[in-house]
């Protein structure tokens, strides 16, 4: 049944960290949400010179990250950042997670407290082929890296790049900079962003 | 504290450190110790074993902090036929957590403590009698201090960890706080930075049943003997009183129902007998927890020690936890326990705050486990896990380090 259907293209992750990598200032503090082994917080350790934290949900990924040096926490993004103190970063990242958490305005909320700045990375699912494929064939939108039915993704939550801009304005926040990736290619500026990206990396600070 | 289950999870194998033997040092003796509440103490004599072999750099030490009843006898055997190891041994020997192949472990017994270390069962100089209550009041500080001091006698400046749980952990914190540049990492296990008012209210009770003992004389109870075995005089029920209540503590609800639940202890009828005191198992097992407890331990001890952990506050003594530990460069590793009610999860994650407010490098997770506060003694496999990356990466760290 998956094999038929259009996923959307998640982009690869050594692009979305170098996108990432590219927006964040050298010797900044940093907290990845959901930093995974912490191979982005390692790269940012040792290519930018940041001070670095992850926070991880996965057991085993923490300890892979505990291989790896990196410092992290291991907590539920739904239970909310309450460890973390105030400004105490100036990067928050969350890549590919917003869509899969249970209160996504919240979790922005919250970034916004603890980090001057927010980088966020989304899927877009108003991607002309998931248009298409709803009106066409009838059915859910799924992603590559999570081609899981609609009944046990972790994806909770459907967004297209407009619908994430209406998040940022009711959130009182300010977009910086929105680089959309098109077929895997970091595109500012393109035309028909919310038509054409498979996801979009949003830097935002308070508005 | 207690290790009975130690058993119950990962028998410990015979390819530990093997045989060992507690051995004994006098610190202090030129200069004496220099106590937090101003007194001067010394000397000092420190019981002390060690396993594994120090570098040549002198760099790769660790050092354990027991907790509130530990001792220094932390892994191996004391003899062929001992038929207990040391309290943490499932995490220290060849191939362990605290691998001895790679790193030097030292664990003391702490000051003020009746393992071999000085305490108030001692013999005063000036008086040729036992301390008893004329042993000058101590700190979490003054232990740290007299470990610091025994590390040093070794050549050792900067240990590569400092590992502990419960008062043990708080003894890794006030290291972290007052010696800041003599550690590379932190290892602080269900342990928080000051004690609840829970914690000093089980403490007082415990405390009160020793000084409402007959035999407690005002810790004048040690008789005219030489050499003393413990538990033959003194407050014997008033000690073991407060060893059950504390024990309760140290467990979880979840914990005692599974491993007592409602069972008898004789037969399957209820007796209808009042004074019957053994009638259900876990009033069996506390009477037997007290019972050996009285044979290890010195009641004057039980009380100076909780009296110590009763006073350890670190954002008070520093002004703020962030200013507390936030002038070490050292790694920390935290762990607290999701059914630890003596210290909750939330004492650990108070630290946490304050090391990401003063932008330390902090690891930290919540386990999950059914001991309650036991769990960092018992649970060996899961803190293995964490533990030996993090002191390898701390390691590779600090090798790094030296040579750019």
Same mark, same amino acid.
């Given at each position: 049944m998956a094999a038929k259907r259009y996923c959307v293209a998640d982009p690869e992750a050594a692009l979305i960290d170098r996108l990432i990598l590219e927006q964040v200032t050298q010797n900044s503090r940093v907290l990845d949400l959901g930093?995974?082994?912490g191979r982005l917080l390692c790269r940012l350790r040792d290519e930018r010179n940041c001070s670095i934290q992850g926070i991880e949900l996965d057991h085993s990924r923490v300890v892979e990250a505990i291989h790896k040096g990196v410092p992290v926490l291991q907590a539920d993004l739904d239970e909310g950042l309450g460890e973390v103190p105030d400004a105490s970063f100036d990067f928050a990242v969350l890549s590919q997670t917003l869509q899969q958490v249970l209160k996504p305005q919240d979790l922005l909320l919250q970034m916004l407290r603890v980090a001057r700045k927010i980088l966020v990375v989304v899927p877009n699912f108003g991607h002309w082929r998931v248009r298409l494929q709803i009106l066409l064939q009838g059915r859910a939108p799924m992603t590559t890296a999570l081609p899981y039915d609609w009944y046990n993704t972790p994806n909770l939550h459907f967004l297209s790049m407009l619908d994430f801009r209406d998040l940022v304005e009711e959130t009182k926040l300010r977009i910086v900079r929105e680089i959309p990736v098109i077929r895997g290619n970091p595109s500012p500026n393109a035309w028909a962003a919310n038509l054409r990206a498979d996801s979009a990396l949003f830097v935002l600070e308070q508005a | 504290m207690a290790s009975e289950f130690q058993s119950a999870n990962g028998q410990p194998s015979d390819e530990g450190v093997g045989q060992v033997r507690t051995q004994f040092v006098d610190l202090f003796v030129s200069e004496p110790l220099v106590l937090e509440s101003g007194e001067k103490f010394g000397p000092i004599t420190v019981a002390y074993e060690t396993y594994g072999e120090l570098t040549p750099a002198n760099d790769n030490a660790i050092f354990v902090c027991h907790a509130l009843t530990g001792d220094a006898h932390v892994a191996g055997k004391h003899s062929a036929d001992d038929k207990k190891f040391g309290w943490w041994d499932g995490l220290i020997g060849p191939g362990r957590a605290l691998d001895t192949r790679k790193y030097f472990v030292i664990c003391a017994n702490v000051l003020g403590g009746c393992q071999g270390t000085t305490g108030p069962s001692d013999v005063n100089p000036a008086t040729g009698r036992p301390y008893g209550m004329l042993f000058p009041f101590i700190t979490v500080g003054d232990m740290v201090a007299v470990h610091l001091e025994l590390a040093r006698s070794f050549?050792? %400046? =900067?240990?590569l960890a400092v590992i502990g749980g419960s008062l043990g952990g708080m003894q890794v914190l006030k290291w972290a706080a007052r010696y800041?540049?003599?550690?590379?990492s932190a290892i602080c296990l269900a342990a928080a930075a000051n004690l609840s008012a829970q914690g000093i209210a089980f403490n007082a009770v415990g405390r009160r049943a020793i000084y409402a003992d007959p035999q407690f004389h005002n810790g004048d109870y040690y008789g005219t003997g030489g050499a003393r075995k413990h538990?033959?005089?003194?407050p014997r029920y008033g000690l073991a009183l407060a060893r059950m209540l504390a024990h309760i503590t140290y467990l979880s609800e979840l914990s005692i129902e599974r491993k007592f639940?409602?069972?008898?202890?004789?037969?399957?009828?209820?007796?209808?007998?009042?004074?019957? %005191? =053994?009638?259900f198992q876990i009033e069996s097992y506390l009477h037997y927890q007290g019972k050996r407890f009285i044979e290890r331990f010195d009641a004057n001890s039980y009380l100076y020690l909780t009296r110590a952990m009763d006073y350890f506050d670190l954002a008070v003594h520093y002004g703020s936890l962030e200013a507390a530990l936030g002038k070490t460069e050292a790694r920390f590793l935290i762990t607290s326990y999701n059914t630890d009610w003596l210290f909750p999860s939330t004492q650990s994650q108070e630290i946490v705050t304050s090391l990401l407010r003063a932008r330390r490098h902090v690891t930290y997770l919540e386990l999950e486990s059914?001991?309650?506060?036991?769990s960092f003694l018992i649970e060996i496999e899961q803190l293995e896990q964490l533990v030996v990356p993090f002191l390898a990466e701390t390691y590779r760290h600090a090798l790094r380090t030296a040579a750019s």
């Open positions: 930093c995974g082994d | 050549g050792i %400046e =900067t240990l800041p540049e003599t550690l590379r538990g033959e005089e003194g639940g409602r069972r008898l202890q004789h037969g399957d009828h209820l007796a209808y007998e009042l004074q019957r %005191e =053994t009638e059914v001991f309650g506060h036991d």
